[in-house]
């Protein structure tokens, strides 16, 4: 019984009953000490007064060795994933429906088990004949990857115990089905449960689990939220749907920079991964048209141009609609007021859309100058110089503040023959890349010297 046993050898960690000079377990002297117990909570909820084993500490300095990474050969996926799949760790891929979730990680299943690990593919949404259909449609169809088909977690987990791969892929979470639980498959205990039971059974095994997470809008289905904080990495699948883009974000990676994106191409033939998205982003520009700006951005570690567009129309309602696409409408809100109450540029009466180009999704705040410069130019149907690329983030007070990696924001927007840049002062010491820097102070002085001509 726990209550019996009152002394703990502080050495060890094993239990008596009675107190003496010598622990019998380890043979250490006065190390026995009476317990206190753990918790005085309530017996039922809490732990309870017995004690558990010692754990052994180590130090910040002493080196772990770092797991083993394998690389599936598409440098846009590896990136994503901080420079390849690393060993017994467990992702969640998330993504609405359609968006190409099963395609992305068939192709990146065929890629690791060409790479040398053992592969299975479990598909709870779809037989195995349509799977290896769609293995055909890709091209993919001799790769070593071993299918099934199946929802029921517990003969799930008996087959990878048997088989022993070094990567499992589970499509979907939603549709695993605990026994022992009481509820339908998709609902948020199912999946929690479902989803621990993987990451725990991967971690013990030193297998690398890959789930599948659908999200809607509605948030009818339990999302993959619930399962984000098991999982070592979380990466988001998105884009607009028909014949676009797709991007691959990781927004959490114990293993690697959050934020990195890839981007892919939905072909006929599976995802095809795009090497220079600036490239791709700006192809359908065509002559500047007010409201258009190119804004410098950067995405993880890797600069990405993409055009900003606004438009500004007279509105026929009394509260006028503001529609933002690829960014966040409580900024949009807050470059309005700016311009507004500091730069005297007013937005009553007016409908304002504000859309990201090529479906990325921007969350620097150094896009700030480049909404502000769209929506100007929109607004005074005054188009920006062609050549010009823009940057840099608005504070309150509307002065413009520097921000980071400006050197190779300029570099990109160079290789891409842009000659200049308008953006704040940047740090001492910024190379110009050959651009020349129309160096702004704030987001008055901005307005007066690219649409003063226009104004008054
Ligand atoms: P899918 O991977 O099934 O999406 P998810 O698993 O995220 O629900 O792919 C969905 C869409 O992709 C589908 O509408 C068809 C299209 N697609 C292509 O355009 N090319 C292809 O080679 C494949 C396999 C799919
Ligand atoms: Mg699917």
Known sequence: MAKDLAFTCSACGASTSKWSGKCDACGAWNTIHEDTGLAAGPKKTSIGGRRGKTLKLTDLATQEAAPPRTLAGVEELDRVLGGGLVKASALLVGGDPGIGKSTLLLQAAARFARNGLKVIYVSGEESNAQVQM??????????????????????????????????????????????????????VSQVRTCAHELTTFAKTHEMSVIMVGHVTKEGAIAGPRVVEHMVDTVLYFEGERGPQFRILRSVKNRFGPADEIGVFEMTGKGLAEVRNPSALFLSERGEPA???????????????????????????????????????????AMIMAVLESRCGVPFTGLDVYLNVAGGLRITEPAADLAVAAALVSAREDAALPKEAVVFGEISLSGALRPVIQTENRLKEAQKLGFTS??????????????????????????????FGARQG
């Open 290 to 332: 007010p409201g258009s700006v190119v804004f410098a951005g950067i995405e993880g570690t890797r600069p990405v141009l993409c055009e900003i567009q606004a438009l500004v129309a007279p509105s026929p309602h009394s509260q006028p609609r503001r529609s933002v696409v690829g960014w966040d409408g409580g900024r949009l």
């Open 421 to 450: 840049a308008i953006m704040p002062r940047p740090p001492k010491g910024t190379g110009a890349a050959g651009l020349d820097l129309r160096e702004m102070q704030d987001l008055a002085g901005f307005v007066e010297q690219v």
């Open 134 to 187: 769609r293995a055909h449609r890709l091209g993919l169809e001799k790769s070593p990857v071993m299918l099934a088909s199946d929802t029921n977690l517990r003969d799930i987990l008996t087959t990878l115990e048997a088989e022993k791969p070094d990567l499992t892929i589970i499509d979907s979470i939603q549709t695993m089905w605990a026994d022992h639980v009481d509820s339908a498959p998709g609902s």
